[in-house]
């Protein structure tokens, strides 16, 4: 069993900057992809980034490629997304999950086992 915390979600105006944390239970976490998925109010959840337990391999959604880096430190537990130029269509609850196993798809939702609450991001225009 693995819990995840976020943290870092909050208020900023558009072009700015805001880093996302996820901290994980569990001494398997070195082992486990991880992933970021964002929802909308009203919109389905997708994808935003996903990252190899080794950090060898990193995933954007295009949407956030160039402006998003999704970084890990396993001796930490802790994966971190770093946004920047964030755009009011970057407002949405981001949510961190995991995968024991490698992902075939790191950007289906249903690839992650486990999943944290999610933290708000607002961005204003």
């Known amino acids: 069993q693995v819990q995840l915390v976020e943290s870092g979600g909050g208020l900023v105006q558009a072009g700015g900057s805001l880093r996302l944390s996820c901290a994980a239970s569990?001494?398997?976490?070195?082992?486990?992809?991880m992933g970021w998925f964002r929802q909308a109010p009203g919109k389905e959840r997708e994808f935003v980034a996903g990252?190899?337990?080794?950090?060898?391999?990193?995933f954007y959604a295009d949407s956030v490629k160039g402006r998003f880096t999704l970084s890990r430190v396993n001796v930490k537990n802790t994966v971190y997304l770093q946004m920047n130029s964030l755009k009011p269509e970057d407002t949405a609850v981001y949510y961190c999950?995991?995968?024991?196993?490698?992902?075939?798809?790191?950007?289906?939702?249903?690839?992650?086992?486990?999943w944290g609450q999610g933290t708000q991001v607002t961005v204003s225009s």
């Open positions: 990252i190899s337990w080794s950090g060898g391999n990193i």
């Open positions: 999950a995991a995968d024991p196993n490698s992902p075939e798809k790191y950007t289906a939702w249903d690839s992650y086992d486990y």
């Open positions: 569990g001494r398997a976490f070195s082992s486990y992809a």
